[in-house]
């Protein structure tokens, strides 16, 4: 059995936003896995290439590099998912591209302050506007109203993707090794570090893994969701985990509803647990977030 100790880095590294905020009820793009137009991952980064491409015209990385030097100081996200007990990373996600909008009214700060409240170990917050509804507003805002570190969740490919998420106050952000070349890979993950980021590398096959693992991830994250399909399976994370190093940070992704998952989990070796659309479906996400962590409400 894997055991969770861990010794990561901790390091120090305005609002920098091109992308325009909408209310829920704005179009959002909504597929099906079995469209004939290639896998799911294909048609997001397709969308999302077009438009980091815009956004690079309009945001030169420059005028970025200098957003970093102001954004607010970096919180450890490592050290929030290497604590004893169970640790979730909450999910604020408006939508997705398979379900469609999960929660509409959607208050991104009201979500952070609740959660935190409840005792999530950090947020990860969609940033991608098209599929899932995201914006980097909602991040700032979320963030500034608690004390935990938060991650950007969105499709990331591009260096200039890694400076604009720094500028915008993320204290992490996502990648995924199936969208990425090892050589890119590498690239990211030394940008975000001297950015003093360190990334969620989330892979879903061995083979995914032994690439993270080769690039020098230390925040290894299993998504049981095949992002070509949306088929969920939790057994994904209990095949990969006994292959991650114990040095190394271990997050268990998607399908994960119950408490006793998450206590299988732990005990299988895992050290956080990613929960998105679980608390995003529930009428009082931090309840869910409570019963899942099983803990009471404080006493009035």
């Given at each position: ?168 106050d993320a204290d992490s952000f996502l990648l995924i090794v199936a ?42 994250g299993v998504n049981n969701r095949d992002l070509r399909t949306l ?70």
């Amino acid at each position: 059995m894997r055991t969770t100790r861990h010794s990561l880095l901790a390091v120090q590294c305005p609002r920098f936003d091109t992308q325009q905020t909408h209310p829920l009820a704005y179009k959002l793009t909504r597929m099906s896995a079995h469209a004939n137009t290639g896998t799911v991952l294909d048609r997001i980064l397709d969308a999302r290439r077009a438009a980091v491409d815009h956004r690079k015209r309009v945001l030169p990385e420059t005028a970025l590099k200098y957003g970093v030097k102001a954004a607010s100081p970096l919180r450890d996200f490592a050290v929030a998912l290497s604590r004893d007990g169970l640790n979730v990373i909450a999910e604020l996600k408006p939508a997705s591209p398979s379900q469609g909008v999960i929660r509409d009214p959607f208050d991104p700060v009201a979500l952070a302050q609740s959660l935190a409240t409840a005792g999530a170990a950090a947020l990860s917050v969609l940033t991608e506007p098209e599929f899932f509804g995201g914006s980097l507003k909602n991040m700032r805002d979320a963030r500034k109203e608690i004390a935990a570190p938060v991650l950007r969740k969105d499709f990331i490919f591009d260096p200039w993707q890694v400076w604009e998420s720094r500028a915008n106050d993320a204290d992490s952000f996502l990648l995924i090794v199936a969208m990425l070349d090892d050589l890119l890979l590498r690239e990211l993950m030394f940008l975000g570090r001297q950015l003093g980021m360190e990334p969620l590398i989330e892979v879903h096959t061995a083979a995914e893994l032994d690439r993270a693992l080769a690039a020098g991830g230390r925040i290894i994250g299993v998504n049981n969701r095949d992002l070509r399909t949306l088929d969920v399976r939790l057994q994904t994370s209990l095949e990969l985990i006994n292959l991650i190093p114990e040095d190394r940070i271990a997050v268990a992704e998607s399908g994960l509803s119950t408490h006793a998952h998450l206590v299988r989990l732990r005990g299988a070796g895992f050290d956080a647990f990613l929960i998105g659309e679980h608390l995003m479906r529930a009428d009082d996400p931090a309840a869910a977030l409570g019963d899942l962590l099983r803990t009471a409400p404080a006493a009035e």
